[in-house]
């Protein structure tokens, strides 16, 4: 046993399951709750109530969503709820609460319990890294669903953020010709001197006709009628971004523009990558707090 720190992970999805059986087989004491017919390491207490699930540990872990709703645990693979009251009811302060995307509204309640979690999806180390798995994704749909090979193909990414850094990185290393459109000079400047072809926002119209694949990795409508009329028929939209997303669907759907809101990529194209790598920012934070 590497120490004895033990942790309690509270619902979640395969990227959870990963992480509690990595930590079992690591050594650590773990305990579960939130899961129904799901096979863990032998060596892992499956509770069914909650105060059972934290008694005795140290670390409690909410998955990434944290909640759907703000007030249940994001459990899809547990036949009941796991209300967020109930949860902290049963912490003390010797408990280190994390979550992933921690809404306000629980972050608010957490603290009427005396409860003051700690979002874990901020952490750079853990945005950058599930970049990579995204944009594999991203890839993967882009393969499964054009009947041309992405090779040659021309690529449009909307944003140069991590996930368009990582995105145009990929699609260049199978042979696309990738462009990307950025707001900032600087970002264009990046995005020249990586080999890329660069454009600007108010540029898209006279182009954006031009592309067999558009990627959109900004959280804000950026497709809109307008440039949705443009579009080739033929062209596929992937949307990487979170909500609203960057695309009018309605209108695309009435235009006839085929578009996929792919979310939450890491959890279902790399659940065993995307569960390390929570671990390991989990680590980070643990022992920066010197828990």
Request: proline share 3%.
């Amino acid at each position: 046993m590497k120490d004895n720190r033990s942790f309690a992970i509270i619902g979640g999805d395969l990227r959870q399951v990963k992480m509690a059986n990595a930590l079992a087989q690591d050594g650590y004491c773990v305990k579960i709750i939130g899961f129904n017919d799901i096979e863990f390491h032998k060596d892992i207490g499956i509770m069914n109530n909650i105060g059972d699930a934290v008694k005795d540990t140290d670390i409690v872990v909410a998955p990434l969503p944290c909640s759907l709703d703000n007030e249940t645990v994001n459990a899809p693979f547990y036949h009941s709820d796991i209300y967020f009251k109930d949860l902290f009811k049963q912490l003390s302060k010797n408990h280190v609460f994390l979550g992933g995307k921690i809404s306000d509204k629980v972050m608010k309640l957490a603290q009427v319990y005396n409860i003051y979690p700690i979002d874990y999806f901020n952490r750079e180390e853990l945005i950058v890294l599930n970049t990579i798995p995204t944009a594999e994704g991203a890839i993967q749909i882009a393969m499964e669903e054009l009947p041309i090979t992405l090779h040659n193909s021309r690529c449009l990414i909307l944003g140069f953020g991590r996930i368009g850094k990582m995105l145009a990185s990929m699609l260049a290393g199978i042979g696309a010709n990738v462009t990307v459109e950025a707001r900032k000079h600087s970002d264009l400047a990046w995005i020249k001197s990586y080999g890329y072809k660069g454009i600007q926002l108010n540029q898209l119209a006279e182009v954006i006709g031009d592309y067999d694949l558009i990627f959109n990795t900004v959280p804000s409508v950026i497709l809109d009628k307008e440039l949705l009329l443009r579009i080739r028929k033929e062209c596929l939209v992937i949307d990487l971004a979170s909500k609203p997303g960057g695309v009018d669907f309605e209108m695309a759907k009435d235009l006839g523009v085929k578009t996929i809101w792919a979310l939450s990529l890491p959890g279902k194209v790399a659940p065993n990558t995307a569960g390390d790598i929570i671990k390991d920012t989990i680590f980070n934070i643990i022992d920066e707090l010197g828990v």
